[in-house]
C-alpha cells in the first residue's frame, strides 16, 4: 500500500477540450443548486433576484442603466457564495474556536455587506434620476 491510497478516494479525471466545459459547467450548477437548498441568505438573494431582474429591465432607462441595475445583484449572489465557500473551509479545517477562523468568517460577512450596500447605491442613483 503506498501513501495515495491513505488519502481518500482519487480525484476525477481531468478533462480537457469540450469535456472540461461540460463537466465544469455541471459543477456550476451542483453548487448553485446546494446554495440554494442549504444557504438561507443565497435563498433569500435568490428569490430578491427574481424579483430585482425584471424590475431593472422596466426601470432601466437604458441598456447601460439596466446591466448596472442587474449586474449590482448578481454581485451579491457572487459574493454570498465566495462568503459560504470561505465558511465551509473554516469549519472542514476546525469545528474549534480559532481567533483566525473569525477573522476569516468575519471578512467574508464585510464582503457581502459592502456587495449589498453597493448594490442598494447603484439601484438609488439610478432610479432617483
Known sequence: MNAQENIGPKPPPKRTGFKRIIAATRYSFDGL??????????????????????????????????SLLIASVVLVMIVELLNTA?????????????????????????????SISLAVLIWLLLLSN
Open 86 to 114: 470561505v465558511e465551509a473551509v473554516v469549519d472542514r479545517v476546525s469545528s474549534d474556536f480559532h481567533e483566525l477562523s473569525r477573522q476569516a468568517k468575519d471578512l467574508g460577512s464585510a464582503a457581502v455587506f459592502l
Open 33 to 66: 443548486k446546494l446554495a440554494a437548498e442549504t444557504e438561507s441568505a443565497f435563498k433569500q438573494e435568490l428569490l430578491a433576484s427574481l424579483v430585482l431582474i425584471p424590475l431593472a429591465i422596466w426601470l432601466g432607462d437604458t441598456a447601460i442603466e439596466q
